[in-house]
């Protein structure tokens, strides 16, 4: 069974950084992408980032040049590192990773960014 499993929200101050992570598990196929996501009290879940194994690394303009996407040696860990904080950023972060043909989801870690 697949499971993904996200680490290392928790409070910030704006202007600070973290670094989250997704590890896989479960599974001996290949990850093909992962991704990260957010949703914020009262909204809909948005796009953050997403890479392929290999590949080119895409964002949501919010998080442009301020976070980056990587994904581990092992291929079956997805880090997000956020820098330049801000409150707007505070959410539940989600992971994705896509093991064709399925796109199983973490349970979220939190991360909150103080004014």
């Known amino acids: 069974q697949v499971q993904v499993v996200e680490s290392g929200g928790g409070l910030v101050q704006s202007g600070g950084s973290l670094r989250l992570s997704c590890e896989v598990s479960g599974s001996s196929l290949r990850v093909n992408a992962m991704g990260w996501y957010r949703q914020a009290p009262g909204k809909q879940r948005e796009f953050i980032a997403t890479t392929s194994v290999g590949g080119t690394p895409n964002y949501a303009d919010s998080v442009k040049g301020r976070f980056t996407i990587s994904i581990g040696n092992a291929k079956k860990t997805a880090y997000l590192q956020m820098n330049s904080l801000k409150p707007e950023d505070t959410a539940v972060y989600y992971c994705?990773?896509?093991?064709?043909?399925?796109?199983?989801w973490g349970q979220g870690t939190q991360v909150t960014v103080s004014s």
């Open positions: 994705n990773a896509f093991l064709s043909p399925v796109l199983y």
